[in-house]
């Protein structure tokens, strides 16, 4: 029925090219809530980010661009930045944007019930200087500031008072948590958690439109292979991920199109490096080896990361060298080259160090939080054991790995780590910090990395406003990070999209479906 | 009577009680829901004050005790993962499950009792062995593989049938049906196969093999030799002894249908209960997991209640001894 009623609506599309068109689309999770505010996830932010805008917005290429702002400029020495707004704006219900509303979601996005309230941490304040201009201070200059609210999204703070939602409601959910009204270029007309969500086109929209969608249906479909045949059979329109061992079948099937990128997910391993002794060590309270450096850069050099990519990941991911891809903002160029595979070299530096026969220790990894993880484990378990460590591997779904991670139960661990700023400082915030509760650093650094001189480096690189100076402080941490392999980098994980044929999109490095980009021919 | 009903019911609950019990004290081993409701950016502060915020820093014990507390009141709790309460959400989603339990019962026996008829009576014919045989496979191949095959060739190859999901619904004041459109009938055809299909080659099995020996019986003989026709004896006097047994078990299985959909619905991304208990798993939504098994046992339960207090009704042995112990 709905595929003939497809098929007529494509013999009508072939009469009147104007005539616009059902899009449907499947990934493996649905976006928990339609609030967002309340979880800073990346189903719910990609998702929300075709019905809300933010002041900023990420185009194509991920370099952030006007949208509810028309333009913004730094204030004096860096205090704060002023945003100019743009003018006309509808909410999907009609209501005007003014700067109220961003004074508004201000409050609520950094409200204590707020998932997103980190964001906001270097705010120290935000006013309302006329109708269309905003000033937010912060209390240190801030250059990244703009890039990174590009997923705070603007909430109609009329809408939230009238609907009782002023404040995002994790626990209990609210009416912002069923239903939307933002700015975006799509509006929710029909929500079912977990089941399906519609989406129109917001006829009053700002910006021009590039697509020709009527009408897009998003359904979660967690089984892979139903995806994948839900695409094939033209049920679904584009899918998200295709599994990587589908990849290369789906691609030679008429009618269906593999979409490749790479995410902006690095994929890495990671030592406990505080630890005194091994948890999973051959004999009790046996010295921790990962404390030197030197054993760290050895198993860096036995893990043979091109064949990793050939076999498990199938060509398509790259090698990693630091902690962020080239397509973020801040990479270091002079310290783009990875470490060479060199088993002989592990080897003599495992002797140097003290272990000549090796050593065991326990290796722990998700198998349900990134692609392939647990066959790279395995790659990884059998390359240590060829330079003679003895990894005990241990794999385990994600809903108990962090726990596990938390509670430093491992030698060394498998981790991906997205930017969430796009941009190099972030992992250094929470990866290679020293942990600190109170000032929020390091909160997945699990193995406790530390070295005064990065943690000397942070605070400066997020104040300095000069491009060069900044670039060069996170040059030196790279170098510093890469020297003494506080991580091992492995690859930058692959985006694999599928779609029908006759559907034209943009694939974004952060995995986020922007619909807006999309074309039924 | 009332104190052997009173008896049983009284074990139902403790049999409950039970259940919910083992439950709470794995959910520990499912995982730790924290992770899936906090962001990248969440601090270790962050992750202390949810879990205090939903009691799971409580010993077990003393969860599934609010929880019980809360449950006898009608309250199932809210779901982590969808901000809803749990019986709305429940409630959603039973229709899906029920119509795909109903209709894949309903082909259970109606195919199972034809086709059982069929091999009994034309026991030594190539079409009863062929037969016998895809039915021995259908009891062998595991459930999802028989609906990722069902898929690719009923939708992807032939392009026929919808390759997911349960097609457009209509509302019936609460209750979403699938059986008045088009779609939402074509729908339900692949995923009922694939559900029914180990219950119809039981069924099959059993009146076959209760057929066969009915078959032997003097009486048929009897009825053959007075010259009835085929049709009479096989129908009328046969069928009739061999349903019996049938009409049992096949009430026992309705539960297991219900309660084994999971995999059906997951390979065709049914929006039942099943499906929805799957999620929870993956997110750890301790309420839902909570709801969905306890909900399944009391189903259970409540089909072996019916079933003893039947048997009370017709076996006079049971309240033979009830009387014969009262009067002690």
């Given at each position: 029925m709905l595929r003939r009623l497809t098929a007529s609506a494509v013999a009508i599309c072939a009469a009147l090219p104007v005539m616009a068109e059902d899009f449907r689309w499947a990934s493996t999770t649905d976006p928990q809530t339609m609030d967002p505010h309340a979880v800073n996830s990346a189903p719910v932010l990609g998702f929300l980010n075709n019905v809300y805008e933010g002041l900023v917005r990420r185009g194509r290429?991920?370099?952030?661009?006007?949208?509810?702002?028309?333009?913004?400029?730094?204030?004096?020495?860096?205090?704060?930045?002023?945003?100019?707004?743009?003018?006309?704006?509808?909410?999907?219900?009609?209501?005007?944007?003014?700067?109220?509303?961003?004074?508004?979601?201000?409050?609520?996005?950094?409200?204590?019930?707020?998932?997103?309230?980190?964001?906001?941490?270097?705010?120290?304040?935000?006013?309302?200087?006329?109708?269309?201009?905003?000033?937010?201070?912060?209390?240190?200059?801030?250059?990244?500031?703009?890039?990174?609210?590009?997923?705070?999204?603007?909430?109609?703070?009329?809408?939230?008072?009238?609907?009782?939602?002023?404040?995002?409601?994790?626990?209990?959910?609210?009416?912002?948590?069923?239903?939307?009204?933002?700015?975006?270029?799509?509006?929710?007309?029909?929500?079912?958690?977990?089941?399906?969500?519609?989406?129109?086109?917001?006829?009053?929209?700002?910006?021009?439109?590039?697509?020709?969608?009527?009408?897009?249906?998003?359904?979660?479909?967690?089984?892979?292979?139903?995806?994948?045949?839900?695409?094939?059979?033209?049920?679904?329109?584009?899918?998200?991920?295709?599994?990587?061992?589908?990849?290369?079948?789906?691609?030679?099937?008429?009618?269906?199109?593999?979409?490749?990128?790479?995410?902006?997910?690095?994929?890495?391993?990671?030592?406990?490096?505080?630890?005194?002794?091994?948890?999973?060590?051959?004999?009790?309270?046996?010295?921790?080896?990962?404390?030197?450096?030197?054993?760290?850069?050895?198993?860096?050099?036995?893990v043979n990361v091109p064949a990793i990519l050939q076999t498990t990941?199938?060509?398509?991911?790259?090698?990693?060298?630091?902690?962020?891809?080239?397509?973020?903002?801040?990479?270091?160029?002079?310290?783009?080259?990875?470490?060479?595979?060199?088993?002989?070299?592990?080897?003599?530096?495992?002797?140097?160090?003290?272990?000549?026969?090796?050593?065991?220790?326990?290796?722990?990894?998700?198998?349900?939080?990134?692609?392939?993880?647990?066959?790279?484990?395995?790659?990884?378990?059998?390359?240590?054991?060829?330079?003679?460590?003895?990894?005990?591997?241990?794999?385990?779904?994600?809903?108990?790995?962090?726990?596990?991670?938390?509670?430093?139960?491992?030698?060394?661990?498998?981790?991906?780590?997205?930017?969430?700023?796009?941009?190099?400082?972030?992992?250094?915030?929470?990866?290679?910090?020293?942990?600190?509760?109170?000032?929020?650093?390091?909160?997945?650094?699990?193995?406790?990395?530390?070295?005064?001189?990065?943690?000397?480096?942070?605070?400066?690189?997020?104040?300095?406003?000069?491009?060069?100076k900044r670039q060069a402080m996170l040059d030196e941490v790279a170098a510093i990070l890469q020297g003494e392999t506080a991580y091992v980098p492995l690859y930058v994980q692959p985006l694999l999209w599928g779609a029908r044929d006759n559907i034209s999109l943009t694939q974004r490095p952060d995995n986020f479906f922007i619909l807006r980009w999309v074309t039924v021919n | 009577m009332l104190g052997y009903v009173i008896r049983r019911v009284f074990q139902s609950i403790v049999v409950l009680l039970i259940v919910g019990l083992v439950a709470f004290s794995m959910f520990r081993f499912v995982g730790d829901p924290i992770d899936n409701l906090l962001g990248q950016e969440r601090?270790?502060?962050?992750?202390?004050?949810?879990?205090?915020?939903?009691?799971?820093?409580?010993?077990?014990?003393v969860q599934y005790w609010n929880f019980l507390e809360r449950a006898v009141q009608g309250d199932l709790g809210i779901s982590y993962r969808q901000s809803r309460p749990v019986a709305e959400i429940l409630l959603e989603r039973a229709p899906a499950t029920l119509e795909l339990a109903a209709v894949s019962g309903l082909f259970a026996i109606v195919f199972g009792i034809i086709l059982g008829i069929f091999t009994a009576i034309r026991r030594d014919g190539w079409a009863s062995s062929v037969i016998m045989t895809v039915s021995l496979i259908g009891v062998s191949l595991p459930t999802f593989l028989i609906g990722i095959l069902l898929i690719y060739v009923f939708a992807v190859e032939l392009g026929w049938l919808p390759s997911f999901g349960r097609g457009e619904v209509v509302d019936l004041g609460g209750w979403t049906t699938g059986f008045l459109t088009a779609s939402g009938l074509k729908a339900l055809i692949l995923p009922a196969i694939t559900l029914g299909l180990y219950q119809m080659t039981l069924i099959m099995r059993l009146v076959r093999s209760e057929m066969l020996e009915v078959l032997r019986q003097d009486y048929i003989r009897f009825a053959r030799a007075r010259g009835l026709r085929d049709k009479a004896v096989n129908f009328r006097h046969a069928l009739k002894n061999t349903l019996v047994p049938v009409i049992t078990v096949t009430g026992l299985q309705l539960g297991s249908i219900i309660a084994f959909a999971i995999i059906?619905?997951?390979?065709?991304?049914?929006?039942?209960?099943?499906?929805?208990?799957?999620?929870?798993?993956?997110?750890?939504?301790?309420?839902?997991?909570?709801?969905?098994?306890?909900?399944?046992?009391?189903?259970?339960?409540?089909?072996?209640?019916?079933?003893?207090?039947?048997?009370?009704?017709?076996?006079?042995?049971?309240?033979?001894?009830r009387s014969a112990a009262g009067g002690n």
């Open positions: 290429d991920m370099a952030v661009e006007p949208a509810l702002a028309t333009g913004w400029e730094a204030i004096g020495n860096g205090e704060g930045w002023r945003f100019t707004l743009r003018q006309g704006v509808k909410f999907h219900d009609g209501a005007d944007f003014t700067a109220e509303d961003v004074l508004f979601s201000y409050e609520r996005a950094s409200s204590e019930e707020a998932d997103t309230r980190s964001w906001f941490a270097p705010v120290s304040g935000v006013t309302v200087v006329d109708d269309f201009t905003v000033d937010i201070m912060t209390s240190a200059p801030n250059p990244i500031f703009p890039d990174s609210i590009a997923n705070w999204m603007i909430m109609d703070s009329g809408w939230a008072e009238a609907n009782d939602a002023t404040r995002p409601d994790k626990e209990q959910g609210n009416y912002a948590t069923l239903n939307a009204n933002g700015t975006g270029a799509f509006k929710v007309t029909a929500r079912e958690p977990g089941l399906r969500t519609e989406l129109q086109p917001h006829e009053g929209w700002w910006d021009t439109v590039d697509h020709n969608i009527t009408r897009a249906e998003f359904t979660p479909i967690q089984n892979p292979a139903t995806a994948v045949a839900a695409l094939l059979s033209g049920d679904i329109d584009m899918i998200n991920p295709v599994p990587i061992q589908d990849a290369e079948r789906l691609s030679g099937q008429p009618g269906v199109q593999v979409i490749q990128g790479i995410e902006a997910r690095v994929i890495m391993l990671g030592f406990a490096q505080e630890a005194d002794t091994l948890k999973y060590g051959e004999s009790d309270g046996a010295a921790n080896p990962f404390q030197d450096p030197a054993v760290r850069r050895a198993v860096a050099q036995a990941m199938r060509g398509n991911a790259e090698a990693a060298s630091q902690l962020v891809s080239p397509a973020m903002r801040g990479y270091s160029e002079p310290n783009a080259a990875t470490i060479a595979y060199d088993p002989d070299a592990a080897r003599a530096a495992l002797a140097e160090a003290g272990y000549p026969e090796g050593f065991g220790f326990g290796l722990k990894c998700p198998n349900d939080r990134y692609l392939n993880d647990e066959a790279v484990c395995q790659a990884v378990t059998s390359m240590l054991s060829q330079v003679g460590l003895r990894p005990q591997l241990e794999t385990m779904p994600v809903r108990g790995y962090w726990p596990r991670l938390r509670e430093d139960d491992f030698d060394m661990y498998l981790l991906g780590w997205s930017p969430g700023t796009f941009d190099a400082e972030h992992p250094v915030r929470f990866l290679a910090s020293t942990p600190n509760e109170e000032k929020k650093l390091g909160s997945w650094n699990f193995g406790g990395y530390s070295n005064a001189r990065v943690d000397e480096l942070l605070p400066m690189i997020q104040s300095e406003i000069d491009e060069t | 601090t270790l502060e962050d992750i202390e004050r949810l879990r205090t915020q939903l009691g799971l820093d409580e010993p077990f014990l059906t619905e997951t390979v065709f991304q049914w929006p039942g209960v099943g499906l929805l208990f799957i999620n929870a798993i993956q997110f750890v939504d301790i309420p839902v997991m909570a709801a969905y098994l306890m909900l399944i046992s009391v189903l259970f339960v409540g089909i072996n209640l019916v079933v003893d207090l039947l048997y009370f009704a017709i076996d006079p042995r049971l309240r033979d001894e």
